[in-house]
């Protein structure tokens, strides 16, 4: 979920000062409805070393009657705690009804700070999971509203005010060797975190990442996840009056995790660099399927993106030098009367390679996050659910030995015009392009949010998403191309690593 | 869940062919209803070897509407499935809406069967059981009705049916060297069993063990629970005809798995006796208490029982030669207001013992499924929500390295008369008996099926149940106090070869 995040995001002045002004009020109100409502709120703020936990929590409580809400900060355990299970301490601070418990780190410490700073501590790793899936989900089906916030910050930024921190005399006591050795392997901490967040992304206690940066973007957008998430428990309950104005858009979403505003489209090929990297990609990948069957490893292949983005291309040229017998396109329309009576993964599953063979997809069970949350083909409890079942259909391909990458293959909208207006004119073009287009690209900016929030919460280790710069076709072509080819690569030495 | 079960159960000639009749009738028309309402329904044979799957199967679908049901045999998987990860054969053949698909063997195999009959392969066995959660939560929260049953019979039972298949010459094909092997070595299968059903048993998705000794009786309840699992699914839907005549007692609940009526009551112990070993096994946990602390090892010991089954007084007798600064009584009454404005489990929680010492709960979180489920204290859902819950608490503990033992004080219904009256007679103990607890008294019936449903879904490899022969009271303490003199001493015997 962490590495596609844009971390340059801004505010100005005037709107942070508008917005913590406006959405302030909105909590201070929330808060009162929600102590009304009985219901228990259980706000977490994890995330990077410095990424500015401390003051965005202060920020948040100003917005908060002082009289309804505790903040809990996690230090080491103390002797009570170290004599008890891990979720000892967390329980008994659970919320009464109507109250709100901040936490300053969490009950993920075990499985994030104290994993990479214990190696060789003994953890039940996947039992820890489970345990803290059991507590969220307990809490959860009791009436609790659990707001899980990841505050993230590159690793330059992170040095950058550890430095800070420590060449000031009255602050370097909050820098210690741990802090830097977190800094030094910045990736390989970051990666505990990844795993993290997609094994506890849930529909019942989502994460929300806060690019943090800008202190200011972080704060406003803190501020309108905690306000929205509140409404939509009181909306649920059908108990608010406030949420009960139902805005088009909730406020949150307009900060919602930019992935694709910071993907670089200038990027293009020549003519002749395609020809010449093109073909030699296309051979390479031939050989590779020749060892994809002997080892017997299923290749799964997503294609999602914009209309006219490029998919068709890109997947003929990715299997114009394949053995038809060991390839198959799946391509994915509307769900025909058999499949609509069915669990709308089922017709996936059924085309799912066999061992040893590549299944294409052009568009993918992603339309469930996509088309179907827009245009409300499901309801908003089905899509918010789909992603943590998404990653669990991956997730048993992955461990049964698969190769599975997703491809969105992005341009932009001045270039999806071009390409338009290209196919209504060409003849042989023209059954490629129809009114339902036209009409998807007005709500470009419904489907630009979507698509930001799919990519960061199923984009996992195991399944990552490849954003492909799409303007330039020949780039984008031979992009996807080189990704399949390399993961193929990596993969087929691992197997046969583990056959030695 | 299954050593406790009483296999003996019997139906007899006209009860059977009543039920039979009935019930029968009445699947007939829920099927219909749940064909309109578009309710897909998985049925799931699972259980020991001859315990019946088939002749079940059939029986079953006499009732039903051929064109509306398939059934589906898990044998070794073919080439298709070999080269496919393990659900994918179960997804292709999840039944469209309002459809039926019956499973002889099903997913399960790779945690039962396949786990005992290859010990050798590599089995990722907690990702297995994650897969299967998944996979049923998937469906379930698309509407698809799960219902699991075990068919349940015992070592000698089943050596019998083998015996007389391997005899004849029509049928002998029907027995392999597996199948004797997992007789042989029934308790070791039956443990895995055990394990399944602990790691399975959902609110989403319970199971439902099916004693079958006696065929009749195994029919009748198979038919009654598939029955009674389709009228709540249409009655949460709101569309049922039949479901709306809401009965007083649904009629699967006749055929709960009996704990209790298996107890022989007439267990007892001289003076003479109990004084010795009382004395003996006192001197005895007073040594394993200092150990206890020694190394840090935590217990909990919850108490349940009739009212005047003689919980009190096993507790004194446990606790009466302990040091009181390591252990606790605590006491469970009606929950005060801080308590009521928390989940439930919140106040137990508070209550655990830290590492070294022993917490004794006099009542328990079972109240859940007990009182609040008989007085409605709480709804349907969360009750039945509450045995998972209830598991994850205590498996939670016994991670961590604590004894977890749970006993229930069982004695019959003239026994606690005459326990009543006495309290009545005698002004010493006349504070011990209210008016509330001849009204529980009433309501004996209701409360021995709740009991029996809670003895089978929580009583766990790690947190197991002790039924405690209750009516005469020397028995009983001394019972009590051997089970947890007994299970320290493994625990001691257990952490001081890990140290090792």
Redesign the interface.
């Known amino acids: 979920m962490l590495e596609k995040i844009d971390l340059a995001k801004k505010a100005d002045k005037d709107t942070f000062k508008q917005v913590m002004e406006t959405e302030g009020a909105r909590l201070g109100l929330l808060q009162r409805e929600c102590k009304a409502a009985?219901i228990p709120v259980m706000i977490v703020f994890e995330g990077m070393g410095a990424a500015g936990k401390g003051v965005q929590i202060n920020r948040l409580i100003q917005a908060l009657d002082p009289r309804g809400f505790s903040v809990f900060a996690t230090n080491s355990s103390n002797e009570?705690e170290q004599?008890?299970?891990?979720?000892?301490r967390y329980?008994?601070k659970?919320p009464?009804?109507?109250r709100i418990a901040i936490f300053d780190r969490s009950w993920y410490s075990i499985v994030q700070r104290d994993r990479f700073d214990r190696p060789d501590e003994k953890l039940?790793l996947?039992?820890a999971y489970q345990?803290i899936l059991?507590f969220e989900k307990?809490?959860s089906?009791?009436g609790?509203v659990i707001i899980k916030l990841f505050l993230h910050i590159s690793k330059e930024e992170q040095k950058k005010r550890f430095k800070k921190l420590d060449d000031s005399k009255g602050t370097s006591w909050r820098v210690n060797k741990q802090d830097w050795k977190r800094n030094k392997e910045y990736e390989s901490y970051l990666k505990i975190n990844e795993e993290m967040l997609e094994n506890t992304d849930t529909e019942y206690a989502p994460w929300t990442i806060i690019e943090s940066t800008d202190r200011d973007y972080a704060a406003m957008k803190i501020m309108t996840t905690v306000a929205d998430r509140l409404a939509y428990a009181l909306e649920k309950k059908g108990t608010s009056g406030v949420s009960k104005k139902k805005q088009e858009q909730a406020p949150a979403e307009r900060f919602h995790n930019g992935v694709l505003s910071g993907i670089d489209l200038s990027k293009s090929l020549t003519k002749a660099q395609y020809k010449k990297e093109l073909d030699e990609l296309q051979k390479r990948l031939e050989k590779l399927h020749n060892e994809l069957y002997r080892l017997?490893i299923?290749v799964v292949l997503g294609f999602e993106g914009w209309d006219a983005g490029g998919k068709g291309g890109a997947i003929k040229r990715l299997t114009s030098h394949l053995d038809p017998r060991g390839y198959q396109v799946n391509p994915t329309a509307s769900p025909n009367d058999?499949e609509k009576?069915?669990?709308?993964?089922?017709r996936f599953?059924?085309n799912?390679p066999?061992?040893?063979h590549i299944a294409i997809f052009d568009r993918t069970w992603y339309g469930r996050v996509m088309v179907e949350r827009i245009e409300g083909f499901c309801t908003e409890a089905e899509w918010k659910?789909a992603y943590q079942?998404i990653n669990?259909m991956e997730s048993?391909?992955a461990?049964?030995g698969?190769v599975v990458l997703k491809f969105w293959l992005h341009i932009d909208k001045d270039e999806q015009e071009r390409r338009f207006k290209e196919r209504m004119e060409n003849p042989a073009k023209q059954w490629k392009i129809t009114d339902e287009d036209w009409r998807n690209r007005e709500k470009w900016d419904l489907y630009e949010q979507a698509v930001d929030e799919m990519l960061v919460r199923t984009s996992t280790t195991y399944a990552p998403w490849i954003v492909v710069e799409g303007n330039s076709k020949y780039y984008a072509r031979v992009k996807v191309l080189r990704t399949v080819v390399e993961a193929l690569e990596a993969k087929i030495k691992e197997v046969k690593k583990q056959k030695n």
């Open positions: 009985g009570e004599m008890r299970p891990f979720l000892w329980w008994i659970t009464a009804k109507g039940d996947e039992g345990d059991s307990q809490l089906d009791d609790t017997r299923p058999i009576v069915h669990h709308y993964l089922w599953w059924n799912m066999k061992a040893g659910r079942e669990e048993h391909m461990n049964y698969a």
